[in-house]
């Protein structure tokens, strides 16, 4: 095929002098200036959110006073005990801001878990179903009056949260929440979070990150208006739809404006989204980590856009990693490669694709003709978009765009299969696009993580990278390959989502507790990495299992017949600087059972070459030559 030079055009999110953009919010407390610097910058605490998150105990403006005597008895030369003594005189600890609140909609044995056959699987839903009284988060009515005494975003329902440090609502994770509420039928809880939702995005425009002054210049993955479609799917009240219709609007407004550019491409342009920042300073709470980080440059300038880059990949949710990273065109590097702003994310596009669908059906009912025609435009657009600039045809699957290179960036990331998700493809050709995205997992051998997708195969120790396992991402390739209708996509989604579900009880069992993210390669394993460590909890990975259990438990056992749960294959990684040395260990506890599942895992292998169209080549292709290529420095295959 003719191959014609691609341009990308980045028509907004070029700031010439980033120093003139506003700082993450006004407060002189939580967000910029001297006493945030010289607090963080001391390191009190092993996690840096902690500070931002307590509360003062008089007004900022005293606060402030007390912070400058106390520079001017040190000559400015604080030691860290004078600063420490300083925190503890003028704060309250971190989570003054809630009191204890029982959701008096929780009950003690939703409809969902009689759906569930296995006994063991069914305690587990049960007991998660009881989390739900440990993550409620009720704020004090002080909070309401005196909101400039804490960095905590006012919000008028009790939310669930996501649990650990994360101790405020979050946005995107509030999707899963949702979801796992409405089978616990907590009506009431879910539809008070959306409802707080919709009144923040009248009060800023949009939806900030989480609950925190200091997530107030960057947004999450718009996940909205699919909040909306979980509520009206579980509850269809069209006054409700209507009396909101229009802050939806806005928020899907505010992605237009704020975050598509156009891209120009095979001598066509397309509008794309992708993620961005537009404010100045490194993050309050990951101050120090961002300071130190931006020592590698050398001018205000650069240090700027490194923020910029750093909070444009928090907005993405995928904080952080090599899927943000460009180093001489290829996913390499570390933090201080990070070009998040010029990527065009798939996950990003898919979703706005099927909000733009969601949207023109709502508005269709409502009997907004207009409304529907425009929201039916940009989602014809959309999905024109994603097929021209993102469908690589001959890799058989989504990826993200390089706006640098002009380029596809072909490495696997879950959020490559989102458009499944959405439905953002031509379904008049469902067969074809689903076959080869099949056929494009079984090349990056997804089969043989026991423990969950990974997010990426690049081992960089950041925490959305190799070997950790998101609950999202299981969910929405899970999802996506499931609503497909297609057997093989079924079969695929089934057997995935039994490994999630059985590895994350492996670890509910040893610990009681359920973790933010898991490892792909080991069944039962921890994530961990990352600038903080793992947390429990926790909202959405306890959404994203009672959901698979409410979806697959009348067949989902605890354990195989024939075993495999407790004696397959277990798959040991490890990823060096040279590339990937991987290692197949099969652990078999008896000889008849483990030989009966490799078996069954062969057979599956090959069931899939055979099945999944043209590439027969896979039969004969190696274990881990693929992986190899997709990891080794020099082999990225760009088109
Ligand atoms: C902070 O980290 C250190 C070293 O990892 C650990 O010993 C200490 O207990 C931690 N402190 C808190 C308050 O978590
Ligand atoms: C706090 O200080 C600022 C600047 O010094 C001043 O403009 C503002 O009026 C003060 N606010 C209060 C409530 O005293
Ligand atoms: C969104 O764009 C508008 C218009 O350019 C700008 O005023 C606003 O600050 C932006 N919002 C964010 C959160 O970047
Ligand atoms: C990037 O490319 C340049 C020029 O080709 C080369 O000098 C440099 O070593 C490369 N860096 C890495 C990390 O591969
Ligand atoms: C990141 O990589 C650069 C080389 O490209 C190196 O100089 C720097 O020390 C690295 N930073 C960290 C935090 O590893």
């Not at 990308?8 to 200036?33: E, F, M, N, Q, W």
């Not at 800023?204 to 947004?219: C, D, H, L, Q």
């Not at 390669?521 to 793992?534: C, K, P, R, S």
Request: aromatic share 12%.
């Amino acid at each position: 095929m003719l191959r014609v030079l691609c341009i990308a055009l980045v028509l907004s999110g070029v700031v010439a002098d980033r120093t003139k953009l506003p700082p993450t919010c006004d407060s002189v407390i939580y967000c910029h200036g001297p006493l945030l610097d010289t607090v963080q910058m001391a390191g009190l605490y092993n996690d840096s959110k902690t500070f931002v998150d307590m509360k003062i105990k008089l007004s900022p403006n005293i606060t402030m006073e007390h912070f400058h005597e106390m520079m001017r008895r040190t000559g400015s030369q604080p030691t860290k005990a004078d600063i420490r003594e300083f925190v503890d005189q003028n704060f309250d600890p971190e989570g003054s801001e809630f009191e204890d609140w029982r959701p008096d909609d929780w009950k003690d044995n939703p409809a969902f878990l009689q759906r569930i056959k296995d006994p063991l699987f069914h305690q587990w839903a049960s007991d998660l179903n009881k989390l739900w009284l440990q993550l409620g988060r009720k704020m004090k009515d002080e909070v309401k009056h005196n909101q400039d005494l804490y960095s905590i975003i006012y919000v008028e329902n009790p939310v669930i949260v996501p649990g650990g440090r994360f101790r405020e609502f979050y946005y995107w994770d509030s999707y899963w929440i949702i979801k796992g509420l409405l089978l616990s039928e907590m009506r009431s809880t879910a539809r008070g979070m959306l409802s707080n939702f919709l009144d923040i995005v009248d009060r800023f425009g949009f939806i900030p990150n989480g609950g925190r002054v200091y997530y107030a210049m960057r947004s999450q993955p718009p996940l909205l208006i699919p909040m909306m479609q979980l509520i009206m799917e579980d509850f269809d009240d069209v006054g409700y739809l209507r009396q909101h219709i229009h802050t939806l609007d806005r928020e899907f407004d505010f992605w237009m404006t704020n975050h598509t550019l156009e891209v120009e491409h095979d001598g066509h342009k397309y509008t794309l989204a992708r993620y961005n920042d537009m404010s100045q300073g490194p993050r309050p709470e990951s101050y120090k980590e961002d300071i130190d980080c931006a020592k590698h440059f050398d001018t205000r300038d650069k240090k700027e856009e490194l923020y910029a880059e750093l909070k444009a990949a928090a907005e993405s949710g995928w904080d952080f990693s090599s899927r943000w990273f460009i180093l001489n065109g290829t996913n390499k590097g570390n933090l201080t490669n990070l070009k998040t702003r010029s990527i065009v994310p798939v996950d990003l596009n898919a979703i706005m694709c099927g909000n733009a669908q969601i949207m023109s059906e709502y508005h269709a009912r409502l009997n907004n003709a207009e409304k529907a025609a425009y929201y039916r435009d940009v989602h014809a657009r959309l999905m024109e978009a994603i097929d021209k600039v993102l469908w690589h045809e001959d890799v058989g699957a989504w990826l993200d765009y390089s706006l640098e290179s002009g380029r596809r960036r072909d490495y696997f990331y879950p959020s490559n299969l989102s458009p499944l998700w959405t439905k953002c493809y031509d379904m008049g050709r469902k067969e074809y696009y689903v076959n080869r995205v099949v056929n494009y997992l079984d090349k990056v051998k997804l089969d043989v993580y026991e423990g969950g997708i990974p997010s990426t195969y690049e081992h960089t120790g950041e925490q959305w990278d190799y070997p950790n396992a998101w609950p999202p991402m299981q969910y929405i390739v899970i999802m996506g390959l499931a609503n497909t209708g297609v057997p093989e996509a079924m079969r695929f989604a089934n057997e995935m989502a039994t490994k999630w579900v059985r590895s994350n009880f492996e670890v509910w069992k040893d610990k009681t507790a359920m973790l933010e993210k898991y490892d792909a390669t080991i069944f039962g394993g921890l994530g961990g990495g990352g600038e903080y460590v793992v947390q429990t909890g926790f909202g959405w990975s306890n959404g994203v299992i009672m959901a698979f259990l409410n979806k697959y438990g009348d067949e989902m056992c605890a354990a195989d017949a024939f075993g495999a749960a407790e004696s397959g294959a277990v798959v040991g990684a490890a990823v060096g600087a040279g590339g990937v040395a991987t290692a197949l260990l099969a652990v078999l506890a008896s000889v008849a059972a483990g030989t009966l599942g490799l078996m069954m895992y062969k057979k599956r292998r090959e069931y899939t070459a055979l099945h999944s169209g043209e590439d027969l080549k896979l039969l004969s292709r190696k274990p881990y030559t693929e992986l190899r290529s997709l990891n080794g420095a020099s082999a990225q295959r760009l088109r």
